[in-house]
């Protein structure tokens, strides 16, 4: 069974840099046919998508915050990680670590974790 | 970018059926996968490509694509089926994930 835990803050200032990680067991981020993927829900909305990374470090971001994200993996740890850049109130969310699988039309999001909140306040 | 439309609500009494909708320009040429969200939990695929079920996901649950409108069945429906409901697709012209808004199922 596969299994995703986000770690990291669960505050951060703001115009600082939140950085979590997502550890991954009972599964390789080394896979060749996975990607492994970022999305937050703020409380009490909906989920969006923040980006993908594949084991041979194709990434993949939403177009509204490719300018302050960056993920990036770490096949000797079975980890990979978010970072967002200058966060402001509206990056409060749960964050969400996945992973994606594509069988040819398309990428869906089959296993999840539990998330984790982050605060942006000062 | 590509848009996915949910009714943000829907209320069903137990043992009827329950029908989802997910509207998108062409979403029959898409692939259209299902998430159910229980209160405090994260999400759950419950449907991918259009109509499979990953193992341990009731028959209940069920999928259709077509046209315009891509839908999530439920039947015979359950208090445990009390759920905020997520469609999703692959946008191949951008290389996006797109989530609809989320629909809350009730469960009277």
């Known amino acids: 069974q596969v299994k995703l835990q986000e770690s990291g803050p669960g505050l951060v200032r703001p115009s600082e840099t939140l950085s979590l990680t997502c550890t991954v067991s009972?599964?390789?981020?080394?896979?060749?046919?996975?990607?492994w993927g970022w999305i937050r829900q703020p409380p009490g909305k909906g989920l969006e998508w923040i980006g993908n990374i594949y084991s041979r470090g194709t990434t993949n971001y939403n177009t509204s915050l490719k300018s302050r994200v960056t993920i990036s993996i770490d096949t000797s740890r079975n980890q990979f990680s978010l970072r967002v850049t200058s966060v402001t109130a509206a990056d409060t969310a749960l964050y969400y670590c996945a992973r994606l699988l594509n069988l040819g039309s398309g990428w869906t999001l089959d296993y999840w974790g539990q998330g984790t909140l982050v605060t942006v306040s000062s | 970018s590509y848009v996915l439309t949910q009714p943000p609500s829907l209320s069903v009494a137990p043992g009827k059926t329950a029908s989802i909708t997910c509207g998108g320009n062409?979403?029959?040429?898409?692939?259209v996968h299902w998430y159910q969200q229980r209160p405090g939990q994260a999400p759950v695929l419950v449907v991918y490509y259009d109509n499979d079920r990953p193992s341990g996901i009731p028959e209940r649950f069920s999928g259709s694509n077509s046209g315009n409108t891509a839908t999530l069945t439920i039947s015979t429906v359950e208090a445990g089926d009390e759920a905020d409901y997520y469609c999703?697709?692959?946008?191949?012209?951008?290389?996006?994930?797109?989530f609809g808004g989320g629909t809350r199922l009730t469960v009277l």
């Open positions: 009972g599964g390789s981020v080394s896979s060749d046919i996975h990607y």
């Open positions: 062409n979403i029959g040429s898409k692939s």
């Open positions: 999703q697709v692959w946008d191949s012209s951008s290389d996006d994930v797109v």
